[in-house]
């Protein structure tokens, strides 16, 4: 695809109900991060994978957050028993390593735009 | 711990004049440095970056930043806005390799005829 795709843009939750956000990343990119954006603030890092792996997963609020890439491409974030301050943009991105370099230079991230989750 | 700020919430600009969006970090080594631009209901988009080098960094859309070490900033300018660059601005630090960002809380442009 041409860029990072987010499913669904829009989501509607009653308090306590599950929800499930999807993340597509460009082809080939290796690394995958989340990021929660509460109305007028900043993305807030939420967790990362390289491949597969869960490298960082500090950001997540509580344990009702569960992110997956089970197959080092396609992502899920999954939030149990939704809050209302939980509230927010959920932006996606992807990044790989600059080719001709060494793995591991940073490159840029690209980002997706976003899922915007409400919980009534 | 890595922090960015921005101090101004909203700036308000006339169309043609010039721009500076302040931005100051605090990493403790060389940081990698970002600005974003987001427009309503949009994802973030790159404007630009700098990992090393010179210390003036040109970006998309006739952006350009600044870094310097000695006072922690990284400011965006652009000499004459457009109206289309009303939206949202973000400051962004990293660490070397693919490491996750931490955002600034961002400065709001309008742009006025």
């Known amino acids: 695809g041409a860029g990072v795709s987010q499913s669904p843009r829009y989501k509607v939750a009653k308090r306590g109900q599950d929800v499930a956000l999807r993340c597509d990343p460009i082809?080939?990119?290796?690394?995958l991060f989340w990021y929660q954006q509460a109305l007028g603030q900043g993305p807030e890092f939420l967790t990362y994978?390289?491949?597969?792996?869960?490298?960082?997963k500090s950001g997540l609020p509580s344990d009702r957050f569960f992110a997956e890439r089970p197959e080092g491409s396609v992502s899920t974030l999954k939030i149990q028993r939704t809050q209302q301050e939980d509230s927010a943009v959920y932006l996606c991105?992807?990044?790989?390593?600059?080719?001709?370099?060494?793995?591991?230079?940073?490159?840029?991230?690209?980002f997706g735009p976003g899922t915007r989750l409400t919980v009534l | 711990a890595q922090s960015v700020t921005q101090p101004d919430i909203h700036i308000t600009v006339s169309e043609g004049a010039s721009l500076e969006l302040r931005c100051n970090y605090s990493?403790?080594?060389?940081?990698?440095l970002f600005w974003y631009v987001q427009s309503p209901g949009q994802g973030l988009q790159l404007l630009l970056k700098?990992?090393?080098?010179?210390?003036l960094v040109q970006g998309i859309k006739g952006f350009e930043a600044e870094f310097k070490r000695s006072q922690s900033s990284f400011n965006l300018r652009k000499p004459s806005v457009h109206w289309s660059d009303a939206a949202e601005y973000f400051c962004?630090?990293?660490?070397?390799?693919?490491?996750?960002?931490?955002f600034g809380k961002g400065t709001r442009l309008s742009v006025i005829a």
């Open positions: 991105a992807s990044s790989s390593p600059t080719s001709g370099r060494a793995v591991g230079d940073y490159n840029e991230q690209f």
């Open positions: 082809s080939g990119h290796v690394s």
């Open positions: 994978f390289q491949n597969e792996a869960q490298l960082d």
């Open positions: 990493y403790g080594a060389t940081p990698y």
């Open positions: 700098y990992f090393s080098g010179d210390t």
């Open positions: 962004a630090v990293g660490a070397s390799g693919n490491t996750p960002l931490v």
